[in-house]
């Protein structure tokens, strides 16, 4: 299961004391963090973040229109950010296990998360 993940930029938050704390006029605040993220055989991304998920350096404007493209190969998942006119921006890739029988998958429904 492959995904693109995302955050406000962590560059307008401060973690402190068991409290986050939002920087005032951050000049990110109206920026997001996306990333790859995906399942492989059972294993959680949140549980394997060196192995299951990469961040983009690229921000994402609130405001402006991106392409996301993700690519499944048999042992690579390639994960694609692009302006909203085609141009490339960035590339991740996620390797994983080889899925013998994808036809005999199921269908997931959306995720909410």
Same mark, same amino acid.
């Given at each position: ?44 991304? *949140? %549980?394997?973040?060196? =192995?299951? #998920?990469?961040?983009?350096? &690229? /921000?994402?404007?609130? $405001?402006?229109?991106?392409? *996301? %493209?993700?690519?499944? =190969?048999? #042992?690579?998942?390639?994960? &694609? /950010?692009?302006?909203? $006119? ?28």
């Amino acid at each position: 299961s492959d995904r693109f993940v995302w955050r406000r930029a962590m560059s307008c938050f401060t973690f402190k004391n068991g409290g986050v704390f939002e920087h005032p006029n951050c000049p990110d605040s109206n920026k997001i963090e996306i990333a790859a993220y995906s399942y492989d055989d059972s294993r959680r991304p *949140y %549980r394997h973040l060196d =192995e299951l #998920t990469r961040t983009f350096k &690229t /921000l994402i404007n609130v $405001e402006e229109w991106y392409t *996301y %493209r993700i690519e499944i =190969e048999d #042992t690579i998942s390639h994960f &694609t /950010l692009m302006d909203s $006119e085609g141009k490339f921006l960035e590339k991740h890739s996620i390797p994983h296990r080889k899925c013998w029988f994808p036809t005999w998958g199921y269908m997931l429904n959306f995720y909410f998360g």
